[in-house]
């Protein structure tokens, strides 16, 4: 028998066919990102734009320093069938440009060598020898720390921010003050230091010696304020020990105001003084041992809610020390007004060298190393170019020296002599003046006695 298909089942077959179809569309629409249609009155907002914000550094460049070079243009990929641009001619490279050098006020006679007043670069390398590597700092010097003798230096004396270099002097000058044992309580104010801190809590305990380490290690103002407190005199005290001292080894270009290093109106010092105040700190073993340790433990504390922190451990700071076979210390700092300060010691095969610099903007600490590197290389072909030891030649045994008791910069009142007494003395007549003086009244005597004894026998014979 044969059947026949009839119109109404043809389009039941195709209801079923677009019914699926339209099932399998809309799972794969549902598996797909959906996306979303707005009403005209409702236009899409204008995405977010994904360039990142813009900052104006104001802070002035270091003086003496290299000009970064401009970044390099992007490259753009050629599309496909595009004429290739013709090769560019070359060219010769340009030489490095430097922001302006800095100003120098070192006098006529510059402490540690007259060659020292210059705000340029300064050695004395012979033929054969190289030159010591660039260092990118407005000043620099780099000395033999056993003589003292200066290698290498640019503008020495100029007066810059030491920023936490100046933590050296403040150790110098109250490590003979305080007993390493002694145990100084913080204050409200320590605990507040602006800058780095090492986590001080009022009304908590700390031992002098943790102190130290946490100022040469971390450089931690809140220990540097709670030592300058704790010395005879205060703060005011220490800062005025802290110039005193600095006169005493030399570094006249140091004034201190601030016992952290932190930018203060009035502070400075420079490179030379660096050098000589590390050179001078790295003489005390008490000194040598904090810069040359990597970690030390520092104490707990009680928070004023109750909560107790557990001691913890301070690190070394110094990357130079940190990484540098034989590096010894010493200090680093930084500040946004004295950018990166440095001074750093390393000893090898019985050799010592000590570098500083002021206003640089290289973190890394390999430019140091390679200065170190040239100094153990070819320090003893150089000649010298200035001294660090300013201390006054020896005087012969029995005579007493002027130096010890008046300072440098004053200059002595010349002994009085006998053609000029001082005032309120009288000129001693001594040898034949004395005898002309004595014999010379004995005459004068006589010749009265005489006179009068005849003016008496005159008038007796009158009377007669």
Not at 89 to 110: C, F, L, N, Q
Not at 123 to 128: H, K, L, N
Not at 191 to 208: I, L
Not at 394 to 419: C, K, N, Q, Y
């Amino acid at each position: 028998m044969t059947h026949h298909r009839t119109p109404g089942r043809r389009v039941r077959r195709v209801a079923a066919a677009a019914l699926g179809a339209t099932l399998t569309l809309g799972g794969v629409a549902q598996a797909a990102p959906a996306t979303t249609s707005r009403a005209p009155d409702a236009p899409t907002p204008t995405p977010p734009t994904t360039t990142p914000p813009t900052f104006t550094v104001t802070r002035t460049p270091c003086a003496g320093t290299r000009v970064p070079p401009p970044p390099a243009p992007p490259t753009r990929r050629g599309r496909a069938g595009a004429t290739a641009s013709p090769t560019p001619t070359p060219t010769a490279t340009p030489s490095p440009s430097y922001y302006p050098a800095p100003a120098v006020r070192a006098g006529e006679r510059p402490v540690g060598g007259d060659q020292l007043g210059t705000s340029g670069i300064v050695t004395a390398v012979p033929a054969g020898v190289p030159q010591p590597p660039q260092l990118d700092a407005t000043s620099y010097v780099l000395a033999d720390q056993q003589t003292g003798t200066i290698l290498a230096a640019k503008a020495p004396h100029a007066h810059l921010y030491p920023a936490s270099t100046l933590k050296t002097l403040t150790a110098l000058t109250v490590m003979p003050q305080l007993d390493p044992k002694r145990v100084v309580t913080a204050t409200a104010s320590d605990q507040a230091a602006e800058g780095t801190r090492v986590g001080m809590v009022a009304g908590n305990p700390y031992p002098v010696h943790q102190l130290y380490g946490a100022l040469l290690m971390q450089s931690a103002n809140d220990a540097a304020y709670a030592l300058a407190r704790s010395a005879p005199g205060g703060v005011a005290g220490t800062l005025q020990r802290m110039n005193a001292t600095a006169a005493g080894l030399g570094a006249r270009d140091t004034v201190a105001v601030d016992p952290s290093g932190l930018d203060a109106q009035g502070q400075r010092s420079s490179a030379y003084d660096l050098a000589v105040i590390g050179r001078a700190a790295m003489q005390r073993k008490d000194f040598r041992s904090y810069v040359g340790t990597r970690e030390m433990p520092f104490p707990g504390a009680k928070q004023p809610d109750g909560t107790v922190v557990k001691p913890y451990a301070v690190p070394n700071l110094n990357h130079f020390f940190m990484n540098y076979p034989g590096a010894t210390g010493v200090k680093t700092g930084y500040t946004t007004g004295a950018h990166r300060t440095f001074i750093g010691s390393a000893t090898r095969g019985g050799r010592s060298y000590v570098v500083s610099f002021m206003c640089s903007d290289t973190a890394d600490w390999h430019h140091v190393a390679a200065m170190m590197d040239w100094a153990f290389a070819h320090g003893t072909k150089v000649s010298g170019v200035g001294t660090l030891d300013t201390t006054p030649p020896a005087t012969p045994t029995g005579t007493p020296s002027a130096s010890t008791s008046v300072p440098p910069t004053v200059t002595p009142v010349p002994a009085p002599t006998s053609s000029s007494p001082t005032a309120g003395q009288t000129s001693q007549p001594t040898g034949v003046a004395r005898a002309l003086q004595t014999w010379w009244g004995a005459g004068v005597l006589a010749v009265l006695l005489l006179a009068a004894g005849a003016l008496l026998t005159r008038r007796l014979g009158r009377k007669r």
